[in-house]
């Protein structure tokens, strides 16, 4: 247990369908990030929020939508997705500051069909 | 893109035996850390090493850092089955936040 909780754990959803990745840290952090792994690709930084304010935008698809309301809370909404989105979608958390591990959630196994 | 290499991409030893992990990255970093993940799992922080640190130990890791060569390696002493696992070095440019930054990762598969 890391103290990063993801929601729903595994997904299954048609191309035309809407979801909500829900990802919840009570550590005190003030960054908090959305990350891609596909199978033998590396890890890719999506989203950055420090603050609840996004600074990192990795050039992705618009049908990626994220989304911070507070510091503990970052969701990632999906809409009209392609089956090469299915990968496992983790969520970590820092403390925005140098020299400071992160934090990941368990990840929420994403399949498009 | 893509910043830490790690090599080899697999590694399969026997149980007991020492496991030795290596990292290339290309730019300036702040730090270098060491992720672990078993597998469909989230990552796991085992170990951070400053850029002006050259190696550093915790328990049956040891972690050196060559700034002059980009390069990171770690080495797992007297493997277990149980540190079956992905590996992967990631690096830190920090610019107000910790960005981090993956490789692809070792598959290490230890052989009881």
């Known amino acids: 247990e890391t103290g990063v909780t993801q929601t729903p754990r595994h997904l299954v959803m048609g191309m035309t369908n809407k979801k909500s990745l829900k990802c919840e840290q009570h550590?005190?952090?003030?960054?908090m990030y959305w990350y891609k792994q596909s199978a033998k690709k590396p890890l890719e930084l999506m989203f950055v929020?420090?603050?609840?304010?996004?600074?990192e935008n990795n050039s992705v698809p618009s049908r990626f939508s994220p989304e911070c309301p507070n510091s503990s809370h970052l969701f990632l909404h999906l809409h009209t997705l392609q089956p090469e989105d299915s990968a496992l979608y983790l969520c970590a958390s820092s403390s925005g500051q140098g020299d400071t591990e992160a934090f990941f959630g368990q990840g929420t196994r994403l399949t498009v069909v | 893109s893509q910043q830490g290499e790690e090599d080899p991409q697999a590694l399969s030893i026997q149980e007991g035996e020492n496991a030795t992990m290596n990292c290339s990255y290309k730019t300036s970093i702040n730090n270098l850390q060491w992720y672990r993940q078993n597998s469909g799992r989230g990552l796991v922080h085992l170990i951070l090493?400053?850029?002006?640190?050259r190696e550093k130990h915790s328990g049956r890791l040891r972690v050196t850092l060559d700034t002059s060569k980009k390069s990171s390696s770690l080495l797992i002493t007297a493997s277990r089955a149980a540190d079956t696992a992905s590996y992967f070095c990631?690096?830190?440019?920090?610019?107000?936040?910790?960005?981090?930054?993956f490789g692809t990762g070792t598959r290490l598969t230890i052989i009881p």
């Open positions: 550590l005190g952090h003030n960054a």
């Open positions: 929020y420090s603050l609840e304010e996004r600074v």
């Open positions: 090493i400053r850029s002006n640190e």
């Open positions: 990631a690096t830190s440019s920090n610019f107000g936040n910790e960005k981090l930054t």
